[in-house]
């Protein structure tokens, strides 16, 4: 997906921004950049393939080679940024985060009437952030431009202007789907995706834009330069799978949300009889992790970890764009705790369950390792459509989804009329689903949160949330 980090401050801003982007690094695996401006140099940018490095090491020389009381800092999961753009309202450096589903029909409607061009990347494909900032470039102001291209764009985005004077131009996507968020210390302002990544830094928190607000940041200053709208949509998936666990998003917190996640399935099957026999209760990690220890608190069911990951050398599972070789690290990391794992009947708790390659590579080391039986939880409602607002994933198609891959194989195509059904374990063709993943996977039975169940422990009115991945509704 990625994320960004600013700061405007009394003095050099190059080590905040370097901290604060490098605390984004859970939300991109792609490319990391940073861009400053000063007073000597001007606007100066670098960016860098994060792929097989960490952010802090890839930009471990940048204290040399940038300067500026004013910076921004992006990690992305998409297309290179951030971009130096020279047009009719300044110069400025801009990074953005979401998708853009309508892009071709955007260039032909907007940008291409006058034998205008684009930069194409390989394959042809143009740099989303490059086609925001053109958009922009159609007003003439920042705060109209801004207003424009969210207005006309079919997708998400939030996006960060560090301009050549030095002030930060801040605006959260239309619908709120992602959080942005203001800190402030006795230097300045600064402005993040993520609150723990300031807080760390030394920043109070000040405010948290709401949808579609925009802002503009001095070192003295936060300006409102456009208000809130009174429509949200937050991505419920955040607190489920994609937010850090100390990520504090609308007043609630991550792990405490998904601590509350596990009790509420806990108590479900609880309620269904469902518990009988399980030695465990294990988290699949990392995010995993804390919905396990919720339904362990809840049920009395003692919290184990009958694996570890393996982190200090290898990156992410999902790095490689290769499936296979994704699925070749994960098992690289699993180290097995055999004590916990021979004649053990074994209940994890799993964040989602989206393709079920990984999860199925899993189940079956489990079960090279000695475990007598493995019952998997999925955190959230079986995942029906992929995310057409947000880069949550490489999926290209919902039929790379395991939950429709079953319905085609259970129903054809009469099933995608049903899918209701299907996402409820009471129903027929609820309990089809879950047998069929079953027997694909390997495990000895299978449960997924309710959506209710996921509303409730986030705790923000349904209204507010996108669960559209889950129940296809925006």
């Known amino acids: 997906m990625g994320g960004f980090f600013g700061t405007v401050s009394k003095h050099d801003a190059i080590s905040d921004v370097f901290f604060g982007t490098d605390y984004h690094s859970h939300l991109g695996t792609r490319r990391g950049g940073m861009a400053a401006v ?53 110069s400025y450096a801009i990074s953005t985060i979401g998708l853009i589903n309508n892009s071709e029909e955007l260039i032909e409607k907007y940008l291409l009437t006058d034998g205008g061009h684009f930069t194409v990347m390989t394959g042809g494909k143009v740099n989303a952030t490059e086609l925001i ?14 207003k424009f291209a969210q207005s006309v764009i079919d997708g998400t985005a939030s996006i960060l202007i560090l301009k050549d004077n030095g002030n930060i131009i801040a605006a959260r996507d239309r619908l709120g789907r992602i959080p942005v968020l203001i800190g402030k210390n006795e230097d300045g302002y600064c402005v993040s995706f993520e609150d723990f990544a300031y807080k760390k830094l030394g920043y109070d928190d000040f405010k948290e834009l709401g949808p579609g607000e925009i802002v503009e940041l001095t070192a003295e200053s936060c300006t409102i330069l456009a208000p809130p709208g009174e429509e949200m949509r937050m991505c419920a998936f955040l607190w489920s799978y994609y937010g850090y666990p100390t990520s504090v998003y609308e007043g609630i917190n991550v792990e405490t949300m998904r601590c509350r996640n596990g009790e509420i399935m806990a108590q479900n099957d609880m309620d269904a009889g469902l518990m009988e026999g399980i030695d465990y209760a294990c988290g699949v ?7 396990a220890i919720g339904y362990a608190n809840k049920s009395h069911i ?36 055999s004590e916990l794992i021979h004649d053990k009947n074994l209940l994890f708790v799993d964040d989602s369950i989206v393709r079920g390659t990984q999860l199925k590579e899993t189940v079956d080391f489990l079960y090279e390792n000695g475990a007598k039986s493995v019952h998997m939880r999925s955190a ?33 195509e009469e099933g995608f009329k049903h ?27 299978l449960e997924f949160q309710s959506l209710d169940g996921i509303i409730e422990a986030i705790g923000i009115e349904p209204c507010k949330l996108c669960t559209y991945c889950w129940s296809g509704k925006e």
């Open 38 to 90: 000063c007073d000597k140099i001007g606007l100066q940018r670098d960016i860098h393939n994060i792929e097989n490095a960490p952010f802090r090491t890839k930009f471990a020389k940048v204290f040399e080679e940038m300067q500026g009381k004013s910076a921004i800092g992006c990690i992305s999961d998409s297309d290179p940024q951030p971009l130096l753009i020279r047009s009719n309202i300044g």
């Open 133 to 146: 900032a053109s958009l922009i470039n159609q007003k003439d102001s920042f705060t109209e431009g801004i």
């Open 285 to 291: 990690p990392d995010s995993g992790t804390p919905h």
């Open 302 to 337: 003692p919290f184990a970890r009958p694996f570890i990951k393996y982190t200090p050398t290898w990156q992410k599972s999902f790095t490689p764009a290769n499936q296979k070789d994704r699925n070749k690290i994960a098992k690289m990391k699993q180290i097995p705790v």
């Open 380 to 412: 959230c409602p079986p995942i029906m459509y992929g995310c057409k607002y947000l880069n949550f994933s490489r999926a290209t198609s919902d039929m790379e989804l395991i939950a429709r891959q079953v319905i085609m194989e259970l129903e054809g």
């Open 419 to 445: 899918i209701a059904e299907y996402s409820d374990s009471k129903t027929e063709r609820g309990k089809n689903l879950r047998k069929t993943i079953c027997e694909k996977l390997h495990f000895d039975s």
